[in-house]
């Protein structure tokens, strides 16, 4: 159990003794550190409902703590605030129970779908997609940490009318390609296209949409005969998505980015139908104006929700369609508690009418549905982030970006050749640099990317974090190279203000990593990662760690930064972030 659930039981109780309904008690950790260590305001509430004064009240709690000998001391300041100092043996016995198997708890396993990553066929990843695998995997690590089953998948966007138009374009300039001929049912294995072949055709054949009203009818069609089942244009297709998904797996691999399942729109293709049809039979699905919609207005709405479309006039199904029958399925599949959608928050009105039709059709409650949306990436004019050009800024591009920053930082000269070693750990800081930018901010706040200050190895960055790992490790690989041995039963000393304080930030962990699960905020793990790498800072400032004489407090010092460091790297891990071997500047 979390140090702060047996610390709220401890109020809880006291609070009953006095006739004081419970459910008011909230401990936190203090605001004043250098008074005590946690604190509880019930009495000023209790006070509120027993028309009694809250000191009295706090009072008598601190008479029935008083005989608590896990507390060093209470005491009531201010109005009725009752603050507590733990004892050095209690924070030790807390930590002594601190792992993971007390962290996660079978009893609430839940099975949990995250929907992440999400990119489109044969348009490349982007800073938006950056965002979406970003949080969602971290979503997907915390969870599973936490003793949660989670499927990871990626919904890829391979169905709409952009995969039309791509093969309208191409039909216009190569009408003699098997594809597109009646009679040829034998295609080609190896695609006509590479990545960047599509890559380029992509922007091409979306500007000659947007232009032509004729073409817009040509790709609309080529849409609908697609799912339909036109063969050619399957077999085209089939080579968009091959060549696409090998581009997409490896940008997502350098993120440390990994899905369980690769599905797409495309794979409820054969569910659609039968999902129209048995809608409109139980008439939850209507016909309006030549479309299959559902309506999912709600008379309380204070804003308008349009119907949601399964089909329009011309039989194309639409992206809402596609969500919908991927519901079903999982459902199917999985049967899951949640379904969690890490995804732009400007797709907001999508998910509501998606998950409204989801729960109007029976499938499952609207609550079990959840849109995780986050905030743009910004570039320093406060608009979302583009090349220099003005273009849309791939992940590899920025990726790229942020290495040559790790390499000036590092200050390796301009003609260094990198060694492998070298070249591994610059990734991996830029990566951290990277994530920890993206996952360090609220994710429903917009942020801006700036890599200069997100590689700095000072202040709230991945790579500071990182390098205090490092510095941690250094610590505990000297001691073996003295032939101290150090254990995880060594008794823990708390001489120095900055021990407790480690001590006290380390215990907060099953607490912060439950909150940031359930809001599905990696912001609060990050903040929490950060303080414990500047307490283990201070702590090495007024601590020494190998030198002291007396050899209990070099077991119990090394015991602390063997902790720390465990816990730094399962918080980064759990971010998706991983600790270089190294952390040199280049000498
Ligand atoms: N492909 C979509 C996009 O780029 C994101 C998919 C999100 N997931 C979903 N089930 N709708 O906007």
């Not at 008083?66 to 209470?74: A, K, L, P, T």
């Not at 915390?142 to 093969?167: C, E, F, K, Q």
């Not at 990726?399 to 790790?406: C, P, Q, R, S, Y």
Request: include cysteine; aromatic fraction near 8%; proline fraction near 4%.
């Amino acid at each position: 159990m979390s140090l702060l659930k047996n610390l709220s039981l401890k109020f809880k109780d006291a609070f009953e003794q006095i006739g004081v309904d419970s459910s008011l008690v909230i401990v936190t950790t203090s605001d004043r550190p250098d008074l005590s260590d946690y604190q509880c305001n019930g009495a000023m509430k209790a006070a509120g409902i027993l028309k009694s004064n809250p000191r009295e009240i706090a009072g008598r709690i601190k008479t029935i703590l008083d005989n608590d000998i896990d507390f060093s001391e209470v005491r009531v300041d201010g109005p009725g605030f009752i603050n507590v100092r733990l004892s050095d043996k209690y924070i030790a016995s807390q930590l002594d129970g601190l792992n993971s198997k007390n962290i996660s708890s079978k009893e609430a396993q839940q099975e949990i779908i995250i929907d992440y990553g999400g990119p489109n066929v044969a348009k490349p990843l982007h800073v938006g997609h950056l965002r979406s695998a970003v949080i969602g995997e971290a979503i997907k690590r915390t969870a599973r940490y936490l003793g949660h089953n989670v499927i990871s998948d990626i919904h890829l966007g391979d169905w709409g009318t952009p995969m039309g138009m791509l093969i309208a374009e191409l039909q216009e300039r190569h009408p003699t390609w098997p594809y597109f001929s009646e009679d040829i049912t034998d295609f080609p294995k190896e695609s006509p296209l590479t990545v960047h072949d599509l890559m380029e055709l992509y922007p091409q054949a979306a500007t000659h949409f947007k232009e032509d009203i004729a073409f817009q009818e040509k790709a609309r069609k080529a849409t609908a005969d697609l799912q339909q089942g036109n063969i050619g244009y399957r077999a085209l297709w089939n080579h968009f998505i091959k060549t696409s998904i090998t581009e997409v797996k490896e940008d997502f691999a350098a993120l440390n980015v990994s899905f369980d399942l690769w599905l797409g729109e495309s794979d409820t293709n054969d569910s659609v139908e039968p999902m129209i049809k048995e809608l409109t039979k139980r008439g939850i699905a209507t016909k309006s104006q030549g479309a299959v919609v559902i309506n999912v207005a709600d008379s309380e709405d204070s804003y308008e929700v349009p119907p949601l479309i399964l089909m329009k006039q011309d039989g194309g199904i639409m992206y809402g369609t596609t969500d919908l029958a991927t519901i079903i399925q999982r459902i199917k599949d999985y049967k899951p508690d949640h379904i969690i959608y890490v995804v732009d928050q400007r797709q907001s009105l999508h998910f509501t009418q998606v998950f409204r039709a989801a729960e109007k059709s029976g499938y499952i409650d609207s609550d079990r549905l959840e849109h995780a949306g986050f905030g743009t990436v910004n570039g320093p004019n406060g608009k979302p982030f583009k090349t220099r050009e003005g273009g849309i800024m791939r992940l590899r591009d920025l990726i790229e970006l942020a290495k040559t920053e790790v390499i000036k930082t590092i200050g390796f000269p301009d003609d260094h050749e990198l060694t492998d070693d070298e070249a591994e750990m610059v990734n991996k800081i830029a990566i951290a640099a990277i994530k920890f930018g993206d996952l360090s901010s609220n994710r429903q706040s917009d942020y801006i990317f700036q890599p200069t200050e997100f590689v700095k190895m000072e202040g709230k960055t991945g790579p500071y974090i990182q390098y205090a790992a490092v510095r941690i490790k250094s610590v505990l690989e000297k001691a073996k190279d003295q032939d101290i041995e150090y254990n995880d039963k060594a008794e823990l000393i708390f001489n120095e203000p900055a021990e407790r304080a480690l001590a006290l930030k380390l215990l907060e962990f099953p607490t912060v990593l439950q909150n940031s699960f359930e809001a599905r905020m990696p912001h609060i793990a990050c903040e929490h990662v950060f303080s414990v790498a500047q307490a283990f800072s201070s702590f090495y400032q007024s601590c020494p760690i190998l030198t002291p004489l007396d050899s209990s407090l070099i077991q119990s010092r090394l015991r602390l930064s063997s902790m720390a460091f465990k816990q730094i790297e399962v918080a980064l891990d759990n971010l998706g972030i991983e600790i270089p071997n190294k952390m040199l500047r280049f000498e």
